[in-house]
């Protein structure tokens, strides 16, 4: 069965701009994450969503936003990116409501100039 | 807040010698502990979780309360060995991971 994808793999944008990643979780899996991960700050939680609704937010600040659609599938947006914004960002999804049984995606590499 | 401490950078062992990853916890209570893996180039995986206490491509980890810690061992390391390992704690009440720095292992013939 397919795993968690996360499209696309790579991302170039400027600072100002704006950019959406999308992931899509193992099929029946409800519940979908996003982390960013860097080389000073490690991995960081930044939200998660279970049936549409986002459950819990990490301390990031307002640009980062989240959805997800009724097939579960999920995209993240970060609105007028900063240098700081260049990260991998993860995304992983579990099956239940609760628990932490998560499988990771490859990952958006984003990069900022 | 809670925090999961993994000390070491980097850790460099030679093929066959035990391996001792060291993380330790902040909570309290019953937490969830779990290693996660990411090899060279590939996503990062579950290796174990404590609470289902099983030995994964020879690793384990015992849960020690009293030193609140989870340390991940193996008694001989094989090359394929060397990859990123991360520490993580669940947060039960945002159900997310709260991860460490993580910890390179270099495994050298």
Known sequence: ?113 | AQRVTQPEKLLSVFKGAPVELKCNYSYSGSPELFWYVQYSRQRLQLLLRHISRESIKGFTADLNKGETSFHLKKPFAQEEDSAMYYCAQGDGATNKLIFGTGTLLAVQP
């Open chain 1, 1 to 113: 069965k397919a795993g968690v994808t996360q499209t696309p793999r790579y991302l170039i944008k400027t600072r100002g701009q704006q950019v959406t990643l999308s992931c899509s979780p193992i099929s029946g899996h409800r519940s979908v994450s996003w982390y960013q991960q860097t080389p000073g700050q490690g991995l960081q939680f930044l939200f998660e969503y279970f049936s549409e609704t986002q459950r819990n937010k990490g301390n990031f600040p307002g640009r980062f936003s989240g959805r997800q659609f009724s097939n579960s599938r999920s995209e993240m947006n970060v609105s007028t990116l900063e240098l700081g914004d260049s990260a991998l960002y993860l995304c992983a999804s579990s099956l239940g409501a609760t628990g932490f049984g998560y499988t990771f995606g490859s990952g958006t590499r984003l990069t900022v100039v």
